[in-house]
């Protein structure tokens, strides 16, 4: 195998619940089209996909149909073996057992799992309930799916190491940050930093900034030793003013970045490596 150290791997967040195609007409909704920018992320040089799913007219959903056609249509691309990463997170006011139940049932290599609550976007609250997150660390470890933990804020980090004590979560874990959310830490290096520096030691840690803050956390990840998540979830553009055709050009841009740092994209197998999943190609 590669020289791991030379390795970054590549997530490609699709869609997420909150951009809608008024912001940006590239964003997929359908099991079809998310289905499509997944497999043509991989062949780009994304190793990961972390799925959400939307009702046709572009409505967050956790319907477990909807999850179910989307991972069928890419596990149908006998050529693709990239890795998927469910949310647990699809809507705000979801009930605990329809979160979980779609990983349970479809087992991917990770699911999300937000750490703690947090006021989202100033607009209402996204809770992750005390009860919710040991339900859920609990069922990831009777299927075997790694958590992808997201942090939003420090704290959150403190919540995963006594959990960590509890047994809810398994050391090492694999740390999300996601910066500039409004509600959470803002995008600058200086969090950055502090965050990789309260990690529990041994874990792997992925970062992105939302909008604005994209580029600079990617690059700052870059030089950090961190690997990278892009996608229409987190940033619409690919340039001031210049919406992005689709989650390929951000892909490709992280590919380009990683190649002038010397780095290479981790291949699926190789992420399944470095991050400790069990593979899951069906
Ligand atoms: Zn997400």
Same mark, same amino acid.
């Given at each position: ?7 970054? &791997?590549?997530?490609?967040? =699709? ?5 809608? #195609? ?13 289905? *499509? *920018? ?10 990961? &996909? ?7 007219? +572009? ?20 050529? $693709? ?12 006011? %979801?009930?605990? *057992? ?7 049932? =479809?087992?991917?290599? /990770? ?15 996204? *809770?992750?309930?005390?009860?919710? /997150? ?7 470890? !009777?299927?075997? @799916?790694?958590? !992808? ?30 910066? %500039? $959310?409004?509600? +959470? ?23 992105? %900034?939302?909008?604005?803050?994209? =580029? ?9 030793? %961190?690997?990278?998540? &892009? ?10 003013? @210049? ?6 050009? =951000?892909?490709? #841009? ?8 010397? /780095? ?11 991050? +400790?999943?069990? #593979?899951?190609?069906?």
């Amino acid at each position: 195998m590669a020289d791991l150290r030379k390795k970054r &791997v590549i997530t490609a967040a =699709l869609c997420g619940s909150w951009p809608t #195609r008024d912001m940006n007409p590239a964003v997929p909704y359908t099991p079809e089209e998310i289905a *499509e *920018e997944a497999y043509r992320c991989w062949k780009a040089g994304a190793a990961i &996909v972390h799925i959400h799913v939307r009702e046709p007219d +572009g409505t967050p959903s956790i319907r477990y149909e909807l999850y179910e056609e989307t991972i069928q249509r890419i596990r149908a691309h006998k050529d $693709c073996d990239v890795c998927l990463n469910i949310t647990s997170s699809g809507t705000v006011d %979801g009930v605990d *057992e329809d979160r979980i139940d779609p990983i349970r049932r =479809l087992l991917p290599e /990770l699911a999300s799992y937000d750490a703690g609550t947090l006021n989202w976007q100033n607009r209402t609250i996204f *809770e992750n309930h005390p009860r919710f /997150l040991e339900k859920l660390g609990h069922a990831l470890q !009777e299927v075997n @799916v790694k958590p !992808e933990i997201e942090v939003f804020d420090a704290g959150m980090i403190y919540n995963t190491i006594y959990y960590m004590k509890t047994g809810v979560l398994k050391a090492p874990c694999h740390y999300q940050f996601v910066l %500039g $959310c409004a509600g +959470g830490m803002t995008s600058t290096v200086e969090n950055l930093v502090h965050l990789k520096s309260i990690l529990p030691e041994g874990s792997t840690w992925a970062a992105c %900034g939302i909008s604005s803050g994209h =580029l600079p956390i990617m690059m700052a990840t870059i030089a950090m030793g %961190g690997h990278l998540r &892009v996608g229409l979830e987190d940033n619409l553009y690919l340039d001031r003013g @210049v919406l992005a055709k689709s989650n390929v050009d =951000l892909v490709e #841009r992280a590919v380009k970045l990683l190649k002038l740092n010397n /780095l290479e994209p981790a291949t699926p197998d190789e992420a399944r490596e470095i991050y +400790g999943l069990t #593979r899951k190609v069906f």
